[in-house]
């Protein structure tokens, strides 16, 4: 893993959650969607809405959390496009 890297999907048997968020492109949250997933063999079976509090609250909290670092990029970046380049 060390010279690979490392994934950012895994992917097991079984019933999985996955979170999905939407972010405007001033940093606002627009959805959050949770599901459960069903996998069989690497294939989604059955997805079905996941309506829970916990789920619910997770993906708002990291969806927070990208919308933020990716404000503060764009801000350093806009910044650093201002900056006198020398030749």
């Known amino acids: 893993?060390?010279?690979?890297g490392i994934p950012l999907?895994?992917?097991f048997e079984g019933v999985k959650r996955?979170?999905?968020?939407?972010i405007?492109?001033?940093?606002s949250i627009e959805h959050v969607?949770?599901?459960?997933?069903?996998?069989?063999?690497?294939?989604?079976?059955?997805?079905s809405l996941d309506v829970e509090a916990e789920p619910q609250r997770i993906g708002a909290r990291c969806a927070r959390v990208f919308a933020e670092a990716g404000v503060a990029?764009?801000?350093s970046?806009?910044?650093?496009?201002?900056l006198p380049r020398g030749r």
């Open 33 to 47: 969607v949770c599901t459960r997933n069903q996998l069989l063999r690497h294939n989604a079976r059955s997805v």
């Open 73 to 75: 990029r764009m801000r």
């Open 24 to 27: 405007g492109p001033e940093g």
């Open 1 to 4: 893993m060390e010279k690979e």
């Open 18 to 22: 996955s979170l999905q968020v939407l």
């Open 9 to 11: 999907i895994h992917s």
């Open 77 to 82: 970046t806009s910044s650093a496009s201002r």
